[in-house]
């Protein structure tokens, strides 16, 4: 439910729905081909980490304009591929092993992983090459990004002129249980699953402790914890759960919330209000900004100078 690192993007894209029916080229990128295959693959992962679902899309402008925004991420990634070949950059076969375990682990073993390839069109050796491609140009893209810390008289005048505005943000601590997502062509199934959920919340409202209730039932990872997410701030989780989870009263339980994950049921146990930050934590705090800033504006920079330097052919109508 957290906001995704690498591993829990490649997860989605192996749990994703492969959308098949295109063929042909998508894109050439200095003459390296991107197939409507792999965009179609890698679609359904951007839609997935942003908790969203081609079949969740009716406008056609707006598919046309996400399906373009992932096509020029993936333009951008074989860019950073290229250039990490020209500069020597590479990632060890025991880094792969290691991401490679991590995936196995997180989807439930072996068997479930070998499926799970299956199902998204991959063999051992095509996602292996296809985890080495994204890996080495993650570590391309950090190398570009590089940049000297901020200097601290800068520091303190952004934070002289945003004290006021500097506030630990308001946060939630809460409970969940998972019923995950069903077949999406299935809305027998999905219901069902609705309903399941609207039963056990029954049982809590009469009494039935809800960690227990989540301990028993819930298909997260965090069931053995009874359902317990700790403490987390807006923009940590995907909308809906967010928007339902600061909407209750401490010690409230929602009302089944569909995510791109399945259905959940929301135990709110605390709130804290926004809070004034000390000194020291506001003045990192705009170190961390500064930072942020200065590596996103050098990320920009580099992908456009490899933009403007590649030769660029997009062939899919896009």
Do not use: C
């Not at 020029?72 to 290229?82: N, P, T, Y």
């Not at 959920?197 to 009494?207: H, K, P, T, V, Y």
């Not at 926004?274 to 942020?292: A, I, N, T, W």
């Amino acid at each position: 439910m957290r906001i995704l690192g690498r591993v829990g993007v490649l997860m989605l894209l192996l749990a994703g729905t492969v959308q098949g029916g295109e063929t042909g080229i998508a894109a050439r990128v200095n003459g390296t081909e991107i197939s409507n295959f792999r965009l179609e693959r890698y679609f359904s992962e951007y839609l997935q980490a942003q908790g969203r679902s081609v079949g969740g899309i009716r406008n056609p402008d707006t598919y046309k304009r996400l399906k373009r925004e992932a096509l020029d991420q993936m333009i951008a990634k074989e860019l950073l591929w290229q250039e990490a070949q020209r500069r020597g950059i590479s990632v060890s076969d025991a880094e792969i092993d290691k991401q490679l375990a991590m995936l196995k682990q997180g989807l439930g073993g072996e068997e479930a992983f070998a499926r799970e390839l299956n199902n998204a069109g991959f063999d051992t050796q095509s996602f292996t090459d296809y985890l080495r491609h994204e890996l080495v140009a993650s570590r391309m893209l950090e190398a570009l990004s590089e940049v000297e810390p901020a200097a601290e008289s800068e520091v303190q005048t952004v934070y002289d002129a945003n004290r006021q505005h500097l506030q630990k943000p308001e946060q939630v601590w809460a409970r969940h249980l998972l019923l995950k997502a069903s077949d999406p062509a299935d809305p027998e199934a999905d219901e069902a699953s609705r309903q399941e959920l609207l039963a056990l919340r029954e049982q809590i409202e009469a009494g039935a402790d809800f960690s227990e209730v989540a301990e028993q039932h819930s298909q997260d990872s965090t069931a053995a914890e009874g359902g317990d997410l700790g403490y987390f701030s807006r923009g940590t989780m995907v909308p809906a759960f967010e928007n339902a989870a600061f909407a209750l009263k401490p010690g409230e339980v929602s009302q089944p919330v569909r995510t791109v994950f399945g259905w959940h049921l929301i135990k709110l146990e605390s709130y804290l209000p926004p809070s004034p930050l000390p000194k020291e934590q506001g003045m990192q705090l705009v170190r961390d900004f500064l930072h942020d800033q200065r590596r996103k504006e050098a990320r920009e920079a580099a992908l456009k100078q490899l933009t403007a330097t590649g030769k660029i052919e997009v062939v899919s109508g896009l």
